[in-house]
């Protein structure tokens, strides 16, 4: 009787483990996805200028889901591989992405300005809204998103930015419903998660 | 059509090593080579910048086949007012991009490969924009092999890793 009752408790573990792992894989590693009332939320209300020099808030994205990232234009690898990316899922779900806003947020607001982030960001798709403002409002959007960025000297008075990577998902209503890790090459992975974030 | 890439992609992977062997084999082979003493320089490629963009990648990869090891101390281009080795890390979920500092060791008997993800040449302060089928001149100076003058092939803005010698 009692090794029954293991065997089924086993069995649960096992289902409620395999279980976790399967959330874990869908919605991607932290932050933790499941906003809940008690847990830290992410996101929230920032005042950014666009590559149009026009003032946009959270209010002007209402009703749209959302896949902002951040990084910076003097970056010769890493940026430009997550645009590559970011525009060929945009490209694979078609019509599908004019129903969502993709916003690539600077963390270099003193070089990157609104022409050159405007230039950049639309250079992989039309489509991709790239967000920049005074070091204060890139500061606030940042921390809001903890997202960690830091001023890093190299040569010649030159410098590089240290910076969190990762997509955060955001559905109509602006909670967070996952993280995209565009390194992750497996085929579909990150499509599905679009295509389920904008359903 | 993306569809299509898609599945192309799907099936790739699938392939397995086997085909990825074939595959690498047929790239190194097509691409362009560049030799001085041990060293030798195979797929040179970059991609195309934005019209913005100050700096550019450059990809290849270094074949040591003597049996002491190198260093790449540094790199030029008459293109680029300074060019970099750079190594990115991810420390948790922070990317951090760093200049390689006292040259890039070549073990003997080895291959270091600078590509998307973790060695890579970055161009800064560009003369003029990566322009798409442009060729790049660079000269790539090591502490025994000497110097070895390399022309990059500039890819397509959305060039990926896997596209190289393309």
């Known amino acids: 009787m009692s090794s029954r009752l293991l065997n089924i408790l086993g069995g649960l573990t096992v289902v409620i483990m395999v279980s976790l792992a399967l959330l874990v894989m869908i919605y991607g590693g932290s932050p933790n996805p499941s906003q809940s009332a008690d847990a830290p939320r992410y996101g929230g209300p920032f005042t950014m200028v666009d590559g149009y020099g026009r003032t946009v808030t959270e209010r002007d994205f209402k009703d749209r889901p959302l896949a902002i990232f951040f990084g910076f234009t003097r970056c010769a690898d890493v940026c430009p591989t997550t645009l590559i990316e970011m525009a060929d899922l945009m490209a694979a779900l078609g019509a599908d992405a004019d129903r969502m806003t993709v916003l690539f947020v600077t963390v270099d607001p003193e070089r990157d300005t609104i022409e050159i982030l405007r230039d950049y960001a639309e250079a992989f798709d039309k489509r991709i809204v790239g967000l920049t403002g005074t070091m204060e409002q890139v500061a606030a959007m940042a921390k809001a998103w903890g997202v960690y960025f830091k001023k890093m000297p190299t040569t010649d008075g030159d410098y590089t930015m240290d910076h969190a990577a990762g997509v955060f998902l955001v559905t109509r209503k602006g909670n967070l419903k996952g993280t995209l890790d565009l390194h992750d090459r497996t085929p579909g992975v990150n499509l599905a998660k679009l295509r389920a974030l904008v359903r | ?166």
Request: proline share 5%.
């Open chain 2, 1 to 166: 059509m993306m569809e299509g890439r898609i599945r192309c992609f799907r099936r790739r992977t699938l392939a397995g090593a086997g085909m990825a062997l074939i595959a690498f084999s047929w790239t190194v082979a097509a691409a362009q080579e560049y030799r001085s003493g041990n060293i030798v320089i195979a797929n040179p490629w970059s991609r195309a910048t934005p019209p913005s963009a100050q700096v550019g990648g450059g990809y290849l990869s270094i074949v040591n086949s003597g049996t002491e090891g190198d260093r790449l101390i540094a790199v030029r281009s008459p293109v680029a007012r300074r060019v970099e080795v750079h190594e990115m890390k991810m420390d948790g979920t922070i990317m951090r991009m760093r200049a390689v500092e006292n040259g890039l060791v070549i073990p003997a008997k080895t291959t270091v490969n600078l590509e998307s993800g973790g060695y890579h040449l970055m161009f800064i302060d560009l003369a003029a924009g990566f322009v798409k089928g442009a060729r790049i001149p660079a000269t790539l100076v090591f502490e025994k092999a000497g110097d070895i003058d390399v022309v990059l092939d500039v890819l397509p803005l959305g060039a990926k890793p896997a596209e190289r010698g393309r």
